[in-house]
C-alpha cells in the first residue's frame, strides 16, 4: 500500500469519528491503567461491568491494596484470568504507593515494570492518558494492518513499529482508536461489513466482498 493510499484511509477514519476515545471507563489516569490491565482477553463491556463497582469503593492504589487479592476477586471474578490480574494488580498498587507516590509514570520503562503491565498495555496508557505517539496492537489492530496491508507484519511488534513508521504525524495519537473500533465493528474477523465500511475503495483485502448488499 503506498503513502497516498494510506493517508486517504486515515483521513476518512477521521472524517468518520473525528474524536476517537476508548470504550473503557474511566475517570483517572490510575483507573484507565487498572482497565487497562483487566481487559487483557476480556472484551470492554466486562471489564466496564466490573470496574464500575469495583471504583465506587477503590479507585486509589491504596484502597485497591488495601482490598488485598481476595477483596479484590469479589469485583473482578467474572473477568477472564481474573486470579492472576488480581495478583498483578495488587502488586502494582503497591509500587505505585511505594515507589510513585501513587501517580501512574508516563515513561515506558516505568510502566512495564509495573506486574501485569506489558509492551501493549503501556502503550494504551502512553497514547490514551498522555498524549504520546504510541501504537497499541492488540488483535483486531494485527488483523486490520495485515488483511487491508496498510501495515502487514508477522508479529504484533513488527506491525507496531510499521504503523509508527507510515502513519503521518498529525493522525498518530488518534490511529490507535480509529483501528480497534474499525476492526471491532467494520472490519471483523469472520464477517466484515465491506459495505459500510468508509475505506472499501482503498482496501487492499483480496477477499472483500463484492456483493455489498
Known sequence: MNKDKRYQ?????????PNPQTELIYHSNFE???????????????????????????????????????????YIKTIGLFNSKAANVIKTC?????????IVP???EALEALPGVGR????????????KAAMAVD????????????APGKTVRKVEDRLMKVIPDEFILDAHH?????????????NPRCGACVIYD???YKNKKTDLD
Open 94 to 102: 503497591k509500587i505505585l504507593t511505594d515507589a510513585h507516590n501513587s
Open 120 to 131: 501493549k498495555t503501556a502503550n494504551v496508557v502512553l497514547n490514551t492518558a498522555f498524549g
Open 32 to 74: 484507565l491503567l487498572i482497565a487497562v490491565m483487566l481487559s487483557a482477553q476480556a472484551t470492554d463491556v466486562s471489564v466496564n461491568k466490573a470496574t464500575v463497582k469495583l471504583y465506587a469503593v477503590a479507585n486509589t492504589p491504596q484502597s485497591i491494596f488495601e482490598l488485598g487479592e481476595d477483596g479484590l476477586k469479589q
Open 106 to 108: 508516563d515513561d515506558r
Open 9 to 17: 484511509i486515515l483521513s476518512r477514519l477521521r472524517a468518520e469519528n
Open 202 to 204: 482503498l482496501c487492499e
Open 139 to 150: 488483535t483486531h489492530i494485527f488483523r486490520l494492518s495485515n488483511r487491508i496491508k496498510f
Open 178 to 190: 480509529w483501528f480497534i473500533l474499525h476492526g471491532r465493528y467494520v472490519c471483523t474477523a469472520r
